[in-house]
């Protein structure tokens, strides 16, 4: 076979490594700057050449030992090849070459709070080898799941939940789905941790006459405060959840409490997975509003109102847009449960609902999906004339082209800070601040 050694020359918008020759653009995962590699091909794609590093001849000193033993096999985290320092470098000088193309130079560093124990939901997935269960994680490069007992992004917790479901699953006459075949029965373990409390949903083909109330003791023993669903999705899709969900035993939401709302989560409630970084996030916000001459906050994709709550909280009259019903359910409770008043709830999508809001000295804050909003609702939001906008998203690919839209309606970048919501990933989580020129 071909050896293919190559010098690493940047990271693309991804973080994978960059090296070019022959009019080819090699692309390597899990590289950094000024490695040396040999590199074996997966998939060529017109000029570009995707590659694995078989081995790295010169390392970066920035390049470590990766914490975790499954590193190689997971695929989950793409950044644990390097210190925690550089990988917050190396997010801020992907958002600052991402913003250098609006003309703002100013970004501030990536704020960022550590590795270990990060995430509170996990989705698992299962799998037979030798008659036995395996659970851990699904690789998207390999398509198949790699068997991890532990996981250093989620903490103790995780190792302690799948310990029960594989002794769990042994016990049981329930089948493990297979992808491949389409046949058998359980597809994933949703597991959702805050606090002292966990929420845990079985994703499953079809109802079965399994021992719950087993699984039940036994994450009780382990977790205290348990709730324990089966969600039926016989869909091949790439969905986790059908909107089939069966109680089985516990509370039936999960509690907890962020920046001082309380809130409660259904199995298919948005809250993410970064409570510490979250916190920080939202706290931002808040002096972003603050600061600002408005008296009312537009607060646009709004999920089960914990934003919308900590702006009447601080004074501020709000217009809360959210279009998943259940969600906009949730967040008048949550309302409700902390004693807020001055929110007014609005189901539907935003586009269709920003025409009727009045934007006399607001403040829009927009969170949206990782499709983000795209040019006619950024173009309907900036046309509004807001004094300012705050922007929150998880995506810079469709971050950039609502900016560009948003700015040619008359609006100047203020501020951009990227936040390490998703550690040892490619993903970055970037707040920014638009006033009107």
């Known amino acids: 076979m071909q050896r293919h050694v190559k010098t690493i020359e940047k990271l693309d918008d991804d973080l994978n490594g960059v090296a070019f020759a022959g009019g080819k653009k090699y692309v390597v995962g899990r590289t950094l700057p000024g490695e040396t590699a040999e590199l074996k091909i997966r998939k060529i794609s017109g000029n570009a050449v995707l590659c694995n590093a078989e081995k790295i001849i010169v390392p970066s000193e920035k390049r470590i030992q990766p914490p975790c033993a499954y590193y190689e096999k997971c695929g989950g985290c793409s950044l644990l090849h390097t210190d925690y320092d550089n990988t917050l ?6 958002v600052k070459r991402k913003f250098s193309s609006l003309g703002f130079c100013d970004v501030s560093d990536t704020v960022g709070n550590g590795i270990c124990g990060a995430r509170n939901k996990v989705h698992i997935a299962f799998f037979k080898e030798n008659g036995k269960t395996k659970a851990g994680f699904f690789n998207e490069e390999t398509h198949r799941v790699c068997d991890v007992r532990k996981c250093i992004l989620h903490g103790e917790w995780y190792k302690k939940l799948r310990e029960i479901l594989v002794r769990w ?19 994933f373990a949703a597991g959702r941790k805050i606090g002292d409390e966990l929420m845990l949903t079985l994703v499953q083909t079809r109802t079965t006459d399994a021992d719950y109330e087993n699984l039940y003791r036994e994450l009780k023993k382990q977790f205290g405060e348990v709730s324990l669903y089966v969600n ?35 199995p298919n409630s948005f809250f993410q997975v970064n409570t510490e970084t979250a916190s920080e996030i939202y706290n931002k916000v808040v002096d972003e509003v603050r600061g600002s001459n408005a008296d009312k906050v537009i607060d646009l994709y709004s999920g089960i109102g914990v934003t919308s709550a900590l702006f009447a909280k601080n004074g501020f009259q709000v217009e809360s847009v959210e279009i998943v019903s259940a969600a906009v359910e949730n967040a008048e409770s949550l309302a409700k449960d902390n004693g807020v008043k001055g929110i007014k709830f609005h189901t539907g999508d935003v586009n269709s609902i920003i025409g009727g809001l009045s934007f006399d000295n607001a403040v829009v804050f927009a969170d949206p999906p990782r499709a983000g909003t795209g040019k006619e609702t950024a173009e309907a939001i900036a ?35 990227p936040y390490d919501m998703f550690p040892a990933t490619r993903h970055v989580e970037t707040l920014v601040v638009l006033n009107r020129r």
């Not at 006459?173 to 075949?181: C, D, E, K, R, W």
């Open 89 to 94: 470098a190396i997010k801020t000088a992907l």
């Open 169 to 187: 699953i042994y016990g049981q006459n329930i089948s493990v789905y297979n992808p491949a075949t389409g046949k058998g029965v359980l597809r």
């Open 232 to 266: 039926v999705n016989a869909e091949k899709t790439n969905a986790v959840f059908s909107d089939k969900f069966i109680h089985i035993a516990g509370n039936k939401t999960l509690n907890g409490e962020i920046c001082g709302v309380k809130f409660k989560l259904s």
């Open 383 to 417: 046309t509004k004339k807001p004094e300012r906008i705050i922007y929150l998203s998880c995506n810079l690919k469709t971050l950039l082209p609502d900016l560009k839209v948003i700015i040619e309606n008359g609006y100047e970048i203020r501020s951009v800070i």
